[in-house]
T-cell receptor, first 113, second 111 residues
Framework: NAGVTQTPKFQVLKTGQSMTLQCAQD?????MYWYRQDPGMGLRLIYY???????DKGEVPNGYNVSRLNKREFSLRLESAAPSQTSVYFC????????????FGPGTRLTVL | GQQVMQIPQYQHVQEGEDFTTYCNSS?????IQWYKQRPGGHPVFLIQ?????EVKKQKRLTFQFGEAKKNSSLHITATQTTDVGTYFC???????????FGDGTTLTVKP
């Protein structure tokens, strides 16, 4: 089992460019999450998907969109990247519902110039 | 919305000293999880507490869930350099659909 995988590991964008961060899990989990972590800071929830076919906004959704493509995959899209979106992005999954243990991917380190 | 507060934000200890981080919620929690993030790494699940007053141990780590299910603590006995990292708690409000993370406590250990 690979657990939670994320691609790419690193990315540099110019302001205004778009990109999609990919996340997949092979644990048959129902719930998936996208977080951002700025240097020296905690985890801030961007979007989450409680189950296949549903998505909900977290604390900091502005500038992002998500797609729960199927049970395994949950992608995060930046339509027009801004320097303020420079961060480390973590995807996580949990068995759900009411089973809250989250398993995190290795992260994507994104720099927007 | 649900708030989970974690203190202290930073803790610097000499190797061999004990360390404790505290997690407090304004509302009753269904459960609480603890995670560890090594520098440059991703958060890794340590443990989940569910019952009021629950205490669990993992080697030198002791986790407690308060009687009112509004607070929790993680205590490390005789810290080692391998304990370095940020420790996060995450709790689910009884009426919420997901857990909320605290801001974490970053532990540094001086050899």
């Amino acid at each position: 089992n690979a657990g939670v995988t994320q691609t790419p590991k690193f990315q540099v964008l110019k302001t205004g460019q778009s990109m999609t961060l990919q996340c997949a899990q092979d644990m048959n989990h129902n719930s998936m999450y996208w977080y951002r972590q700025d240097p020296g800071m905690g985890l801030r929830l961007i979007y989450y998907s409680a189950s296949e076919g549903t998505t909900d906004k977290g604390e900091v959704p502005n500038g992002y969109n998500v797609s729960r493509l199927n049970k395994r995959e949950f992608s995060l899209r930046l339509e027009s990247a801004a320097p303020s979106q420079t961060s480390v992005y973590f995807c996580a999954s949990s068995p759900g519902p009411l089973t809250d243990t989250q398993y995190f991917g290795p992260g994507t380190r994104l720099t927007v110039l | 919305g649900q708030q989970v507060m974690q203190i202290p934000q930073y803790q610097h200890v000499q190797e061999g000293e004990d360390f404790t981080t505290y997690c407090n919620s304004s509302t009753t929690l269904s459960n609480i999880q603890w995670y560890k993030q090594r520098p440059g790494g991703h958060p890794v699940f340590l443990i989940q507490l569910v019952k009021s007053g629950e205490v669990k141990k993992q080697k030198r780590l002791t986790f407690q869930f308060g009687e009112a299910k509004k607070n929790s603590s993680l205590h490390i006995t005789a810290t080692q350099t391998t304990d370095v990292g940020t420790y996060f708690c995450a709790g689910r409000n009884t009426n919420a659909g997901k857990s909320t993370f605290g801001d974490g406590t970053t532990l540094t250990v001086k050899p």
